[in-house]
């Protein structure tokens, strides 16, 4: 069975800077999909960035942008020039290309300090 | 198009009582997803559909909980009989047929059985 594993329940950064969420899966796919998914206290989830795992080269979308190492199985996020309105937390997904599902990690608590 | 759409929003229920959750998917979308999301437990896939056929229900906790789709814009999942331990948020997402897009998520439905 995949799993995928968060192991920063939270984190926190300054307003402007740079902070990296860390996450690992395991898998003995070789085809998936990989997201980032963000909640804030509306607890609507929203997708932050995808990133397939045939691509070499890493998926950015504005201040957002990963690091993924298929070998290391590794997939981490970061967020530039923090906003107050990044605080959420952020779940780590993972999809295998033959299934329809997603497995979640268990999220880790953003604060940005002002 | 309006997104997934879940109600109720709220439900406190009685222990013994029946509970029916409702969702609406994402017009042209043929994956439906049901999860729950437990401080203990994070976000477990409960069931999901493909062309409203239940594909995977392995994540379904026990006999008291099922799901239907009876067709592409309507779901439920229905509790019978509650139980405080049941005492979660419920969230149904839809995805279109390519996996590697990532599924659109309602607003939840947070159940509190007392």
């Known amino acids: 069975a995949q799993t995928v594993t968060q192991s920063q329940p939270e984190m926190s950064v300054q307003e402007a800077e740079t902070v990296t969420l860390s996450c690992t899966y395991d898998?003995?796919?070789?085809?998936?999909?990989l997201f980032w998914y963000k909640q804030p206290p509306s607890r609507q989830m929203i997708l932050v960035i995808r990133?397939?795992?045939?691509?070499?080269q890493n998926a950015t979308e504005n201040r957002f942008s990963v690091n993924f190492q298929k070998a290391a199985k590794s997939f981490s996020l970061k967020i530039s020039d923090s906003q107050l309105g990044d605080a959420a937390m952020y779940f780590c997904?993972?999809?295998?290309?033959?299934?329809?599902?997603?497995?979640f990690g268990s999220g880790t608590q953003l604060t940005v300090l002002p | 198009d309006a997104g997934v759409i879940q109600s109720p929003r709220h439900e406190v229920t009685e222990m013994g009582q029946e509970v029916t959750l409702r969702c609406k998917p994402i017009?042209?979308?043929?994956?439906l997803f049901w999860y729950r999301q437990t401080m203990m437990r994070g976000l477990e896939l409960l069931i999901y559909?493909?062309?409203?056929?239940?594909?995977?229900d392995s994540g379904m906790p026990e006999d008291r909980f099922s799901a239907k789709m009876p067709n592409a814009s309507f779901s439920t999942l229905k509790i019978q009989p509650s139980e405080p331990r049941d005492s979660a948020v419920y969230f149904c997402?839809?995805?279109?047929?390519?996996?590697?897009?990532?599924?659109?998520f309602g607003q939840g439905t947070r159940l509190t059985v007392v």
């Open positions: 559909f493909n062309n409203n056929v239940p594909i995977d």
């Open positions: 990133q397939e795992a045939y691509k070499q």
């Open positions: 997904a993972y999809r295998r290309a033959s299934l329809g599902q997603l497995t």
């Open positions: 997402a839809s995805s279109f047929r390519t996996v590697n897009t990532e599924a659109f």
């Open positions: 017009s042209g979308h043929d994956y």
């Open positions: 898998t003995s796919e070789s085809d998936y999909y």
